[in-house]
């Protein structure tokens, strides 16, 4: 069973493949980003950490409030903050360890609500990308829709 893809790439999108060498434990997924796939170096999810992950994902936009950010010099600064600080108020779409290249935070503030993120795994190309943070404008609720309806069209059959 193929969903294909939730939501746009451009901003966040999960592309629900096919399951891996006929496993109901593990299935491709893609997690675009901002136009980049934050997948880039495994795309192969072990479902049940992905499953409940996206559901604390969820649950977390919809009951934490977030600093207030306004202040905050730049992207790379504040990322480096939440780097040092292990902001897990913050930190989103931390789907599956093996597969995710890339540390994402979500940001809100009165102006604006975004998700900033940075490549750490070394295997991933282009490697001028890795250690760049990059800057997606993405409202909560959009995120939480997408987030939603890839729970919604995960297989929760694993054994």
Known sequence: MT???IGERTKLAIDIGDHWEGSKQNQHMKVWLGGKD??????????????NNLKKDIEKLESYTYRDTDNDPS???LFNHFEMTDAAQHR???????TMSARCYYV??????????????????????VGKV????????EIVTILHEALQNISTEWY
């Open 108 to 129: 809100y503030s009165r102006k604006s609500s975004y998700i900033i993120f940075s490549y750490w795994d070394e295997r991933h190309e282009p490697r001028s990308e």
């Open 75 to 77: 992207d790379a600064a």
């Open 3 to 5: 969903m294909g893809l």
């Open 134 to 141: 990059f800057h997606v404008d993405i409202e909560k609720e």
């Open 38 to 51: 934050i997948t880039s170096v495994d795309d192969v999810v072990y479902l049940p950490t992905f499953y």
């Open 92 to 98: 989103i779409l931390a789907l599956d360890l093996t």
